[in-house]
């Protein structure tokens, strides 16, 4: 069992900032790329930002210049720094791990897509 479990959604002033974590436990033996999705009521999730195992970057040109992702590989967790928000920045946003699980190692499975339950960012003044 692995979970993915993400904090530090809120209410922020447009123009503010806001940080974003998602930490992953379980039966992981390994993971490999981490990324931050978001969904806005009617629309569909898009990406916002990945960073890989070896710590490459990138993001949504929405997002560029704003928003920095970021993870901590002893803690197995990831962070999604987001700066001078918008009202469009307003969603749910999930993080999402690459990753190969104890059992998937032993029996010689391909790592998978896990997801978090998601956590609500709302920029309103």
């Known amino acids: 069992q692995v979970r993915l479990v993400e904090s530090g959604g809120g209410l922020v002033q447009p123009g503010g900032p806001l940080r974003l974590s998602c930490a992953a436990s379980?039966?992981?033996?390994?993971?490999?790329?981490r990324a931050w999705y978001r969904q806005a009521p009617g629309t569909q999730r898009e990406l916002v930002a990945a960073?890989?195992?070896?710590?490459?970057?990138s993001y949504a040109d929405s997002v560029k210049g704003r928003f920095t992702i970021t993870r901590d590989n002893a803690k197995n967790t990831v962070y999604l720094q987001m700066n001078s928000l918008k009202a469009e920045d307003t969603a749910v946003y999930y993080c999402?791990?690459?990753?190969?699980?104890?059992?998937?190692?032993?029996?010689?499975?391909?790592?998978?897509?896990?997801w978090g339950q998601g956590t609500q960012v709302t920029i309103s003044s």
């Open positions: 379980g039966s992981i033996f390994s993971i490999n790329g």
């Open positions: 999402n791990a690459n990753l190969l699980t104890t059992g998937n190692w032993h029996y010689n499975r391909p790592p998978t897509d896990c």
């Open positions: 960073i890989t195992s070896g710590g490459s970057t």
